[in-house]
């Protein structure tokens, strides 16, 4: 169990923000923090691992107190927090191999551990390649990997999926909950991606300037924007333009390009590259042959 | 001898960077990371030997360090360290005077690795000493050569510092760059010659190796 209660001044290219958030997760949660970039999602994620000190407020973790700023202060160093963190640049030690990485991490020497990590990550054929000849997918399948090697109690991922491609993302989010589960974690996982939020999350949060603005199940809380269940596709916004009082959006889905008028409260929220969900209230498809 | 100045400069220049790699280690990787404001004071300090006059720092030695001051005299009382005119009082100088060329290239190569390296292992469960040693300095190995050549040298170099606080004692601190101006005082013009040759030659090919192990051809041997 997770208790999180926290405060923390943070300076941002967009001037100074409060951070102040307060929730509890569960043990065995998966967890998926989402809002927009500036928001403090990757702040919250290094004051739980400890990069990153609260200016007031409490962290406690299966009933021990990791952080505190009254009544007495305590800071519990990052080496001594049981957690795998997964960055966003992976961080994966350039001079290592993949295996020195992993046994870099491990806590005990026992080598089978790491050969059940390496299988269970595939990545058994390239444990002797050091990380600079990997794919993206590949490195992000080493830095899980090792966040797994110390067994920690709580993973914590920094959008790790986001520079991936389609494909590769969806198999690194089956290794992800395979792990997960198999391991029995506390995951906190921070997501841009609805479609991965949906998959993969049991309770998602919603950031938006140091606040959280909503939280609950993801399929009720995307679904609670009158989005009709029956039909629903995943878009990526291509471009946006202004139009008469509100935005023309051009939307990519799968290989497809659509373009729908929005209105201005709407299109407001939107920007460039971001993944939104596509649904229409009726559902009335022509087929085709191709 | 005729060699002695120039074994004894090798002496020094090896004393130094030895000393100058345990010393500007943790002062490197203190100045890449701290926020503190010291941190500019103590930067200038570290980067005055680039531009003061040798003979300065020399003085200013060879007066905290006479036998006959306050500091001098308590040094040699207590620790029976005689620093002027010897060669310890060579060593110091040296290492204050080529600690910039040792200091600047590992703290900009501490710098330019992400940050993310160094929290990983900390997360990892790894001491700040262990992720100094076992992550980050083994990934800037070519600042760390760098640094080490540079402050070897810049050693052999220098004059000054030497002239000043050394003396021109033979085989205690008279180094070779202080016996070819010695020699050419005394007109041996041939014996100066052969300690500029033997100098000429050793630090360029010293140069050389580093552009050669930085450059892109010996990079991928090293790896």
Do not use: C
Not at chain 1, 76 to 95: E, M, N, T, W
């Amino acid at each position: 169990m997770i208790e999180i209660q926290i405060q923390k001044r943070l300076d941002s290219a967009e001037g100074s923000m409060l951070l102040e958030v307060a929730f509890n997760i569960k043990k065995g949660q998966m967890v998926a923090l989402y809002g927009g970039s500036g928001a403090g999602k990757t702040s919250l994620l290094r004051i739980i691992g400890g990069l990153l000190q609260p200016d007031k407020g409490k962290v406690k973790v299966n009933d021990e107190v990791w952080f505190q700023s009254e009544p007495k202060v305590v800071i519990r160093k990052p080496q001594a927090r049981s957690i795998g963190f997964v960055f966003q640049d992976y961080a994966l030690f350039p001079h290592m191999t993949v295996l020195e990485n992993l046994e870099f991490a491990s806590v005990n020497e026992g080598n089978r551990d790491l050969d059940h990590l390496l299988e269970l990550t595939e990545l058994g054929d390239l444990k002797h390649k050091k990380p600079k000849t990997l794919s993206g997918g590949q490195q992000q399948r080493v830095a899980l990997a090792r966040a797994l090697a110390q067994k920690p109690d709580i993973l914590l991922l920094d959008e790790p999926l986001s520079a991936l491609d389609d494909t590769i993302r969806r198999r690194l989010q089956h290794y992800l909950l395979k792990a997960h589960k198999a391991f029995g974690l506390t995951t906190i996982l921070v997501s841009h991606n609805i479609e991965e939020i949906i998959k993969l999350s049991d309770w998602a949060i919603e950031l938006d300037r140091g606040q959280i603005v909503q939280q609950g199940k993801p399929t009720e809380l995307f679904s609670s924007k009158g989005i009709d269940e029956n039909f629903k596709v995943t878009a990526e916004v291509l471009a946006m333009k202004p139009k008469d009082q509100g935005f023309e959006v051009r939307l990519l889905v799968q290989n497809h390009v659509f373009t729908r008028t929005l209105s201005k409260s709407e299109g407001e929220s939107l920007r460039k590259g971001d993944r939104v969900i596509l649904a229409s209230n009726e559902f009335n498809p022509k087929l085709y042959k191709e | 001898m005729i060699w002695d100045p120039l074994l004894l400069t090798l002496k020094l220049a090896l004393v130094t960077t030895l000393l100058l790699l345990v010393i500007a280690i943790p002062l490197a990787s203190w100045l890449a990371q701290t926020k503190s404001k010291l941190k500019p004071v103590l930067e200038t300090l570290v980067s005055m030997p680039l531009v003061l006059p040798p003979t300065v720092l020399g003085f200013y030695f060879l007066v905290a360090f006479s036998p006959g001051n306050a500091f001098g005299g308590w040094l040699n009382e207590w620790f029976g360290l005689k620093l002027v005119f010897s060669f310890p009082g060579l060593v110091l100088a040296s290492i204050l005077y080529s600690l910039p060329f040792m200091v600047h290239p590992i703290q900009s190569g501490l710098a330019s690795l992400s940050p993310s390296l160094k929290e990983a292992s900390y997360l990892i469960g790894k001491s700040k000493r262990e992720t100094l040693l076992k992550v980050l300095l083994p990934n800037i190995k070519p600042a760390l050569l760098t640094g080490v050549v540079l402050a070897f040298a810049h050693t052999i170099g220098e004059f000054g510092v030497v002239l000043m606080i050394g003396g021109n004692i033979p085989g205690v601190t008279k180094v070779a760059s202080i016996a070819i101006y010695d020699e050419v005082e005394a007109l041996n013009y041939g014996v100066a010659n052969f300690y500029s040759t033997i100098l000429f030659v050793t630090t360029f090919f010293i140069l050389f190796l580093v552009y050669l192990l930085n450059g892109s051809y010996f990079k991928s041997l090293l790896k």
